[in-house]
Antibody, heavy 123, light 109 residues
Framework: QITLKESGPTLVKPTQTLTLTCTFS??????????VGWIRQPPGKALEWLAL???????RYSPSLKSRLTITKDTSKNQVVLTMTNMDPVDTATYYC???????????????WGQGTLVTVSS | QSVLTQPPSASGTPGQRVTISCSGS????????VYWYQQLPGTAPKLLIY???QRPSGVPDRFSGSKSGTSASLAISGLRSEDEADYYC??????????FGGGTKLTVL
């Protein structure tokens, strides 16, 4: 059974750094073709992709947020960590992590999702 | 503003066939696969379609996807009340970024 779960603070102050952890089970980030990504969704708004990290430590970031994001993995703990610096109230959103699977030339984008965690940015 | 363009809303009556469009460009939909997600109220998105028209195990065949040029569509046939949800398209960009559409709220009348 594949599960992912996000954890981190529910409230952060403006200018602070947000650190979110995605803890997963049922697959390994040391397996070729596996990746984990972060996606966020402001209340009542659309999904927005943030970052991706692959089994080979290749990392991809949203161009518009690249300067503020860092994604890392801890394969031994089955965790992926996302940090976002200089938080602003517009960053208030539900943050999701999700799995990516690559089978040869077939890429299955975000086939399993966590339940999401709401992060509010307010002083 | 999302790179992929979807109509903000769509509607249909039970049993009808509804389609939701997703428009992009040559650098995303035009040269990469399209994915569709269903988000029921208060829940995380769920993968409905991958690789333009493939359904993951467990997704009913009432859901189908297609792509032509720089546009894609999601079709839902035999509409049911439980299909009322937000639907999002997504695609890779040639820069290896992921693009989402703005979402379409489907109402079953």
């Amino acid at each position: 059974q594949i599960t992912l779960k996000e954890s981190g603070p529910t409230l952060v102050k403006p200018t602070q750094t947000l650190t979110l952890t995605c803890t997963f089970s049922g697959f390994s980030l040391s397996t070729s073709g596996v990746g984990v990504g972060w996606i966020r969704q402001p209340p009542g708004k659309a999904l927005e992709w943030l970052a991706l990290i692959y089994w080979n430590d290749d990392k991809r970031y949203s161009p518009s947020l690249k300067s503020r994001l860092t994604i890392t993995k801890d394969t031994s703990k089955n965790q992926v960590v996302l940090t976002m610096t200089n938080m602003d109230p517009v960053d208030t959103a539900t943050y999701y992590c999700a799995r990516v699977t690559i089978f040869g030339v077939v890429i299955i984008l975000f086939d399993y999702w966590g339940q999401g965690t709401l992060v509010t940015v307010s002083s | 503003q999302s790179v992929l363009t979807q109509p903000p809303s769509a509607s249909g009556t039970p049993g009808q066939r509804v389609t939701i469009s997703c428009s992009g460009s040559s650098s995303n939909i035009g040269s990469n696969y399209v994915y569709w997600y269903q988000q029921l109220p208060g829940t995380a998105p769920k993968l409905l379609i991958y690789r333009n028209n493939q359904r993951p195990s467990g997704v009913p065949d009432r859901f189908s996807g297609s792509k032509s040029g720089t546009s894609a569509s999601l079709a839902i046939s035999g509409l049911r009340s439980e299909d009322e949800a937000d639907y999002y398209c997504a695609a890779w960009d040639d820069s290896l970024s992921v693009m989402f559409g703005g979402g379409t709220k489907l109402t079953v009348l």
